[in-house]
């Protein structure tokens, strides 16, 4: 009996009748079940947006996700490729300000920027807000949502405005909410731009979320159908499918051809009509391994129905392979045995500057317009429709993956500081060595403080002796005087 919790039991959707590139009815009940269950997407206006997948399908796709070890891997491999490590976030000036600029300019207006726009407090600030809502871990269950639905919403909440925080609030926590209860996307008529969210949770009356009060992204969002706008596209979907079949095998192919294997089917031919006889072998076959019998008109004709258990296993491996190609991850992260190292290096680089490249791209624009604008805003105390025209502005860093050994890395640094492009402190800090990266910097701090102490004594050595210097010079010139007054019979 399989462990697997039952399916879920959707409630029924009124589903509208379709046609799939001009396809019949008839073809229709041939395909897969799950690809022809999509509503069908009359024209509508601008405020009745559809969703390129229904709730039943969405629920369908996070099944997979949840019940699929590959799929699961995918969908966190392109996330942590899309992270690295730690999201991080720099203030740079604004590229209006920037562009044409030579290098000394750019600097010069760089630290312009940092005395006058009070820049390190804003630092500040991103830091203890980000560490407080924590940012990083909650855009894992975005990005997750991003991927498996196709869009993703989290709900800002924040304190009331205060001096620092005048115009919006400083936000206090990042809520993840479930895409798949968005019922209605409000959307400016002349711009087409998003204007709030229909959102049912659960309550007597549905609520709507503004674009400030939220951190909202789609994927692939063309608006290919019918008014889909701001519903985006599931990877998880193009190979749902093969997801469930890898699940079947999985749960009732390979447990049921095992059993075959340990148990062959056969028919036994007693050689008599006699009930009698026929009941003494059932039961002799049911209490031994062997029959002795003298009945020259026994005939056995046994089967073997067992299939190579090799062959699901191979079915499955093929699957899991178009579901990498499908989910777009390079086949040496999950099957660790087709590439050897230097292939699998210009793979991973290959992968960073398609798709890796492009979704941060995506993810740097849904933070600058829904999280660190409104920052911006309220730093410096205007609304949020002036801040594209501020002088700085915060874009989010990610770190790459690397795929080298150590030995690698620490030969690489070494060539970066020797070449004074990185320093000592940077190399341990990319290098991960944080243990000899604290002992560095207590080091540097001891030298630096044996360097003042040593400072201070020379200074006091200096000062003691130009005092000495200048006691002599007084009594040297005190003499000289009285020596004069002495001459001049002044003084006896």
Known sequence: MSLRPEPRQHEPEQEEPMVILGIDNKFQRKLPSHKISRRGLAASTTNQLRSVLTRSQALECIDAYTNDGIMRRLVLLLIQGIKGKRVGQTIKPNEELSIGLDDLELQKLNESITKNDRVPDLQRNLIRINARVKLNEKLDTFLKSFFVIGRSIQEIKRFPTSPDFPIYGEPRALLPLNSIRITDVQINQSTYELQGITYDDGSATKRVIRPIDMLFGVNEDNNMYDNTNFSGV???????????????????????????????????????????????????????????????????????????????????????????????????????????????????????????????????????????????????????????????????????????????????????????????????????????????????????NAREEDIKQQQELIQQGAGIVQQKAFEKKTNTIAKSLQKSKLIP
């Open 234 to 448: 599931s990877p998880v979907w193009t190979c749902l499918s093969t997801s469930q079949s890898n699940l079947v095998i999985n749960d009732e192919d390979i447990p049921e051809a095992t059993r075959q294997v340990a148990q062959k089917f056969g028919f036994l031919y007693s050689g008599t009509n006699k009930e009698s006889v026929t009941t003494q072998l059932r039961e002799q076959l049911a209490n031994s391994t062997w029959l002795i019998h003298n009945n020259e008109k026994l005939k056995p004709e046994v089967y073997d129905l067992a299939r190579d258990l090799t062959e699901l296993p191979e079915v499955r491996e093929f699957n899991s392979k178009y579901m990498t190609w499908s989910m777009m991850v390079p086949m040496f992260l999950i099957f660790e045995d087709t590439a050897n190292f230097a292939t699998a290096s210009q793979a991973l680089q290959a992968w960073k500057v398609t798709t890796i490249d492009y979704y941060r791209t995506i993810l740097q624009g849904i933070l600058e317009t829904y999280w660190y604008n409104p920052i911006i805003a309220d730093h410096f105390g205007i609304d949020i429709s002036d801040v594209i025209s501020q002088k700085i502005k915060i874009k989010a860093e990610f770190d790459d993956l690397i795929f080298d050994t150590y030995k690698d890395k620490v030969e690489s640094m070494g060539v970066l500081v020797g070449n004074n492009i990185f320093t000592d402190e940077m190399a341990l800090e990319k290098l991960g060595e944080d243990k000899f990266l604290q002992m560095k910097r207590e080091l540097n701090q001891e030298i630096e």
